[in-house]
């Protein structure tokens, strides 16, 4: 079970971390990743950390490079995703996924896992 927290109401230029748990493992996954989804837009690839595999893997979008940083808890399923001088176009439904096995980078039918996703509104 994936569970996403952290979302909320800020301003333009704020910042906000949101964390993913996955729960009920006991094999860590390999990758885990964060998609959003604004309305009437498809989902798209935020960010992704290897978990279980190399250290260093990590990915990300092109809107979020230098301004959001992912990161992984090793040992609790961890993983967060640091959002900075966030904008109003930032405001979507933040989703966590895994991927057991491989390293699905910003293929999102690679992932097996959903989570329920978190919201996050940037006002001007």
């Known amino acids: 079970q994936l569970q996403a927290f952290g979302g909320g109401l800020v301003h333009a230029g704020d910042s906000l971390t949101l964390s993913c748990v996955a729960s009920g493992r006991t094999v860590s996954p390999y990758s885990m990743g964060w998609f959003r989804e604004a309305p009437g837009k498809e989902r798209e690839f935020v960010a992704a950390i290897s978990y279980s595999g190399p250290d260093g893997q990590i990915l990300y979008g092109d809107f979020a490079k230098g301004r959001f940083t992912i990161s992984r808890e090793k040992g609790k399923n961890t993983v967060y995703l640091q959002m900075k001088s966030l904008r109003v176009e930032d405001t979507a439904v933040y989703y966590c996924?895994?991927?057991?096995?491989?390293?699905?980078?910003?293929?999102?039918?690679?992932?097996?896992?959903w989570g329920q996703g978190t919201q996050v509104t940037v006002s001007s």
């Open positions: 996924a895994t991927a057991s096995e491989w390293w699905s980078g910003s293929y999102a039918p690679g992932y097996e896992s």
